[in-house]
């Protein structure tokens, strides 16, 4: 081995062994590790950085502005609207969660991971082996080449996910109720009817189904500024009424939509469909201004144009109305009003805002005009009208343009770490690929597996990439995994692209531990998941994938 070899492998033991460790966080070592190589001398200056401008990089981070943008149109609302139903059972409640996710990688863990399979922009290992083929070998995949496998893969996989894989799970968290654990942030407000209103001609009782659907709870009637009695649950409801409810910030913005509401008050600075509101979520300290006092009292909603939509106190009820209830210090509270004004409302309250949970105003009647930008700038990547990147930034800006993406949440949307983690370990692969290193290593998985035909040594790669995903990042495996492939099939002297969309499925299918994937680690907390939970189903689908994804590679792209 050379001086460089033998540098750079040290180098990437030492960032494997942090990243595992997982004390410190992957784009702080990937960062280090670059720093590290560029003193050593195995980078060159002019090279350091060049991962930031790489496709691959630039790709990912539209794609999270794109799907950001999605989501607040109220796109992938109104489809999860149409699949959650209170008359199915579990089992059909999953496999039709597994399929949606699958077909459009939102979180929902293994199955989402399954369906970033299918096209290019479905998950970061796919961007990073199509960029790596065009730099390989002069011409990069396009949008659908990863499809026939992976759609295949996605299929298998959500079916065993769906019929026997969750029955896998401990029953003390299939039984988890995250809802229990947020039951001090669950906040009662206030939503209007108006015209048009699926709520119109219906009574509480009747509109406690939908309610369900998003935990909602209904809790009375108001109809010209007085509560109506305890019998309104079975009073048809009218324009202009104002039902009172109780549930997460998320959950009511959600049930809003989709009964047709409005937040009573917002009418006053534009409706939640202005362009320019957003929503915060504010607690309230001793000696705070609005302590004792009640939003009428400071007048809010005329003197400051923000509205109290909601107040969380520990999952007590309230008899008053929400804008003339006596703020306690303790209260969680939900405010709405223009974006620019309301860190001034919320300091001149007295109040500290909290950590963003995700939370604001969606612009469902913008939803069609994100759902075919989005669609019209895919449709012109594939047919090679417009450079990938090129048509994703189109999408950025025409959401910019509607409004659909603020600007001030723009940059917010990016998830940066990863964005760090890929610009700076793009350097150091190229740099072990051009020492001789990926060869090397090819060389030594070769030599162990003498006399083995080809499809033995795609496999043992499939494996390893694998086994090296669930311990890893997904992207860092990719990196490392993609110039190995292709130098094994040049020892093999056999077409690289089975190794290369052996490298793709398997460092997206990380299942055995919370931290290979970022989705593993997202539904963690909410499922009440233990480390040890996810070996017992994702054994099992791991060795699927291996058996099913392995025959469509040698079918569909044959040695």
């Not at 343009?401 to 770490?417: F, G, H, M, Q, T």
């Not at 793009?426 to 998985?445: Q, R």
Request: glycine letters at 10%; charged letters at 15%; a neutral charge.
């Amino acid at each position: 081995m050379t001086a460089d070899q033998i540098f750079l492998f040290s180098l990437l033991v030492v960032v494997f062994a942090l990243l595992i460790w997982g004390r410190v966080r992957y784009d702080v070592v990937a960062l280090g590790a670059l720093i590290v190589a560029y003193v050593g001398g195995v980078i060159p200056k002019e090279r350091v950085f060049a991962g930031f401008g790489h496709p691959a990089t630039v790709i990912i981070a539209l794609v999270l502005i794109v799907s950001h943008g999605l989501y607040r149109s109220g796109a992938i609302e109104v489809l999860a609207r149409h699949l959650v139903d209170g008359s199915r059972g579990l089992g059909r409640h999953i496999a039709g969660m597994s399929a949606v996710a699958a077909a459009l990688s939102a979180p929902l863990s293994f199955a989402s991971i399954l369906g970033g399979m299918v096209t290019l922009i479905g998950t970061p290992p796919n961007v990073v082996i199509a960029t790596f083929r065009e730099e390989a070998l002069g011409e990069p995949y396009e949008m659908f080449d990863f499809a026939p496998v992976g759609l295949v893969v996605a299929v298998v996989g959500v079916v065993y996910v769906a019929t026997v894989g969750w029955r896998l799970i401990p029953v003390d968290r299939r039984a988890h109720d995250s809802a229990r654990e947020l039951r001090d942030a669950l906040y009662v407000a206030e939503g209007g009817v108006e015209e048009g209103s699926k709520a119109v001609g219906t009574t509480l009782a009747q509109l406690q189904g939908l309610a369900d659907q998003d935990d909602v709870n209904l809790l009375g009637l108001v109809r010209r500024g007085q509560r109506v009695p305890g019998s309104a649950r079975n009073e048809p409801i009218r324009k202009g009424d104002v039902l009172v409810m109780e549930g997460g910030a998320q959950g009511i913005e959600a049930f809003l939509g989709s009964a047709g509401l409005v937040y009573a008050g917002a009418d006053k600075h534009g409706g939640v469909a202005s362009d320019t509101v957003d929503l915060v979520e504010v607690v309230v300290p001793q000696g705070a201004r609005i302590e004792g006092r009640s939003a009428l009292d400071v007048r809010l909603l005329y003197r400051h144009g923000v509205t109290l939509l909601g107040v969380s106190r520990q999952g007590q009820r309230f008899r008053e109305r929400v804008r003339k209830l006596e703020i306690r210090a303790g209260d969680v509270l939900l405010l709405l009003g223009n974006a620019q004004r309301l860190p001034d409302v919320v300091e001149w309250l007295g109040c500290l805002p909290l950590a963003e949970r995700g939370i604001g105003v969606i612009q469902r009647q913008k939803a069609w005009a994100a759902v075919l930008t989005f669609a019209a700038a895919i449709l012109a990547a594939s047919f090679g009208l417009l450079y990938l990147p090129v048509a994703l930034a189109v999408v950025v800006v025409v959401y910019v343009l509607l409004r659909i993406v603020r600007l001030d949440r723009l940059y917010r949307s990016v998830e940066w770490p990863v964005i760090v983690l890929l610009g700076c370990l793009i350097p150091i692969g190229t740099a072990l690929e051009a020492s001789g290193g990926t060869a090397l290593i090819a060389e030594s998985i070769v030599g162990a597996s003498r006399g083995l035909p080809a499809a033995a040594v795609l496999a043992i790669l499939m494996i390893v990439t694998m086994t090296l995903s669930d311990v890893l990042n997904n992207v860092a495996t990719a990196l490392i995994a993609a110039p190995i492939g292709v130098d094994i099939a040049h020892h093999l002297a056999v077409a690289p692209d089975p190794f290369l969309m052996a490298v793709a499925v398997a460092s997206s299918c990380a299942f055995l531990t919370p931290i290979g994937h970022k989705n593993n680690t997202i539904i963690m907390g909410p499922g009440g998941y233990r480390f040890g939970d996810y070996w017992r189903m994702g054994l099992p689908l791991e060795v699927l994938v291996v058996l099913v994804g392995l025959p469509m590679i040698l079918i569909v792209w044959p040695l």
